[in-house]
């Protein structure tokens, strides 16, 4: 970071006499504070302002403040502002048309924090980048990744994620992307939005700031989008598996590798899944847009790391496989991992733990049941976990494979059960929305 206080506060128009000492970083947790840093101050469950003295501590040479001057610690420089969460986005606002990267927003209802993944993989084949570091996608979230990338970053990669109407119309046009993409429209945040309709235009807000000349990557399969797109000013292209503009072929899914091939070339992604072939080919499409060659995007997608607890491969104490995705889910979500999961060749039995989709409206109990559509006869045990996937126990009557039923109070058997019956050549995966644990439950068996 090269901002001084000084500039700071000619950024943010306030007014008095600030010396020119360098600010070495931004932190909103009083715990990362470290020598010369800019404290925060942002109201959560405590005003952060009651956590000043520890930033103070921790090396804090100042702070934004919102309370009576009186009540500060004694030894650090004050930036009186009337909010502290405005000031914090406004300084990202002038920090980033300071460093002056491109900027790539990605949004969607699944698989935005893997194609952010891959195009920043991509892009750092010829450019200096910087991604959005873990799930710092909100109001909050998106300025602390804008504030602490390198000055010399040319690409800016940026996650947008909602719960609400109009919230990724705020991060678009904080940031102004010159590229954005929607990954897919699923059902996430339905309780939130009323329909999948609603959905797509709370996507559809990424073009709130995207540049008049900018370019904009939509799924192929989604008619919903087609409509909100086609008044745009902006490049549209789509992307899909073997339809769209950018379009692909599978030729070969394994464990930890999936091939493909787009435009007569081959490509080869570290994951698992035809649906990380479409996130794929958004990196492919950013990668196109900014003038990278075929040779430098298949070797920045064959090199991408995937960020925690999205399709991670991991090892049970016993030596049986698991496949874990338990970040999130929703119905579109859930039944892509399901279908590929199920194609996979294992050597013993075929595990799935599925836990209750959460925020999914009045309709849920329907999409829980839609989900006997995506468990084939080549899964062999089927555990469900949660009030609403009881309907979807229900429905799974007379199968091929055993169903078994926990309610959330239940984990513990849930978990010995497992433990029991899970043998070393076994895969499992497990897929469910963060609220309902599941991490718990790996945790256990490792």
């Given at each position: ?34 020598a ?12 952060g ?15 934004f403040w ?17 909010d502290v ?18 900027v ?43 504030l ?6 040319q ?6 994620g909602?719960d ?18 929607i ?45 909100l797109?086609?008044?745009?000013s ?29 435009a007569?070339?081959v ?14 080919l958004?990196?492919y ?18 090199q991408?790391?995937l ?44 595990f799935?733990?599925l ?22 006869d ?12 009881k ?42 929305s ?13």
């Amino acid at each position: 970071m090269n901002l001084t206080i000084k500039e700071i506060a000619g950024a943010l128009n306030i007014q008095g006499e600030y010396p020119d000492n360098m600010i070495s970083s931004v932190e909103f947790d009083s715990r990362l504070i470290k020598a010369d840093g800019l404290f925060v101050p942002l109201a959560g469950e405590r005003d952060g302002h009651t956590f000043a003295d520890k930033a103070l501590e921790n090396g804090a040479v100042a702070s934004f403040w919102s309370r009576p001057l009186e009540e500060a610690p004694t030894g650090m420089i004050l930036l009186p502002v009337a909010d502290v969460a405005h000031a914090f986005q406004q300084l990202a606002v002038y920090y980033q048309a300071k460093v002056a990267p491109k900027v790539i927003g990605i949004t969607g209802s699944n698989g935005k924090t893997t194609t952010k993944d891959m195009t920043e993989s991509v892009l750092a084949q010829q450019f200096k980048t910087y991604k959005t570091q873990g799930n710092y996608n909100n109001d909050l979230g998106m300025p602390y990744t804008i504030l602490h990338m390198p000055v010399d970053t040319q690409m800016l990669i940026l996650e947008m994620g909602m719960d609400h109407k109009d919230e990724i119309a705020f991060l678009s046009q904080l940031a102004k992307p010159d590229a954005a993409a929607i990954t897919l429209v699923g059902e996430a945040h339905l309780e939130n939005l009323g329909s999948r309709q609603g959905i797509a235009a709370a996507k559809m807000e990424i073009v709130t700031g995207l540049k008049a000349e900018g370019l904009l990557l939509i799924p192929a399969n989604e008619p919903l989008l087609e409509p909100l797109v086609a008044p745009l000013s902006q490049t549209v292209q789509t992307f899909g598996i073997q339809r769209g503009d950018l379009s692909a072929t599978i030729l070969t899914e394994a464990k930890e590798q999936t091939t493909f091939e787009v435009a007569g070339m081959v490509y080869e992604i570290p994951v698992l899944g035809s649906y990380n072939v479409t996130n794929a080919l958004i990196a492919y499409g950013f990668g196109q847009y900014f003038g990278l060659t075929n040779e430098q995007i298949a070797r920045g997608l064959a090199q991408f790391q995937l960020t925690k607890n999205r399709t991670q491969w991991l090892k049970a104490a016993n030596g049986a496989d698991i496949l874990s995705d338990v970040y999130n889910a929703n119905p579109t979500a859930m039944g892509l991992v399901l279908d590929s999961f199920g194609q996979l060749e294992i050597k013993g039995k075929r595990f799935v733990v599925l836990a209750d989709m959460l925020e999914l409206g009045p309709d849920a109990t329907a999409m829980h049941v839609s989900m006997k559509d995506h468990l084939s006869d080549d899964y062999d045990e089927v555990f469900l976990y949660g009030s609403e996937m009881k309907a979807l126990a229900k429905a799974l009557q007379g199968r091929s494979f055993k169903v078994y039923h926990f309610e959330k109070e239940e984990k513990a058997s849930l978990i010995a059960q497992l433990m029991k019956q899970l043998k070393a050549t076994d895969t499992l995966l497990l897929k469910g929305s963060n609220g309902m644990g599941l991490a718990e439950i790996i945790e256990h068996l490792q």
